[in-house]
């Protein structure tokens, strides 16, 4: 097993492959332990939240959150494809989607928690100097 009983991942390995995703259960745990409520309780809070999202995309095509980042309705047009169980040529037929840029808030955090220890961190780079 990967986890263990917080739902951390145990082994580094496991980790950095992608095997232990925080999933919503994950998510209603953290929650309830940081806002002192019970699991139920998290549950409906994180219900509300990601059903807020959900009617944000749907009526509005954009839904930002300041500090963590921006979720956005895209349309992904009808194209060809192939079945991939046959090589037989398919239509895909058109679609919504759903874009998520994060905020450079939370870029900031994921780079200081994610840095290997003893890298230095790099100067930020002025708009004056990208512009040449």
């Given at each position: 097993?990967f986890?263990n009983?917080?739902?951390?991942c145990?082994?580094r390995?496991?980790r950095e ?5 925080v999933n ?5 745990d953290?929650v309830?332990?940081n806002l002192?409520?019970?699991r139920n309780?998290a549950?409906?809070?994180l ?7 959900t009617?944000?995309l749907i009526?509005?095509?954009?839904v930002?959150i300041t500090?963590f980042?921006g979720?956005?309705r ?10 991939p ?11 919504e ?7 450079p808030?939370l870029?900031?955090?994921l780079t200081?928690?994610?840095r290997?220890p003893g890298?230095i ?5 002025s ?6």
């Open positions: 097993m986890m009983g917080e739902g951390l145990v082994f390995a496991a492959s992608g095997a232990c995703a919503k259960s994950n998510l209603v953290r309830a332990s002192g409520a019970t309780e549950a409906q809070y219900d509300a939240v990601l059903e807020g999202i009617q944000g009526e509005d095509g954009r930002k500090g980042g979720f956005v895209r349309h992904r047009a009808e194209r060809n494809g192939t079945k169980t046959t090589g037989e040529p398919i239509r895909i037929p058109a679609s989607t759903c874009g998520f840029k994060a905020a808030h870029r900031e955090r200081e928690a994610t290997p890298q961190e790099p100067k930020p780079v708009r004056q100097q990208t512009a040449r």
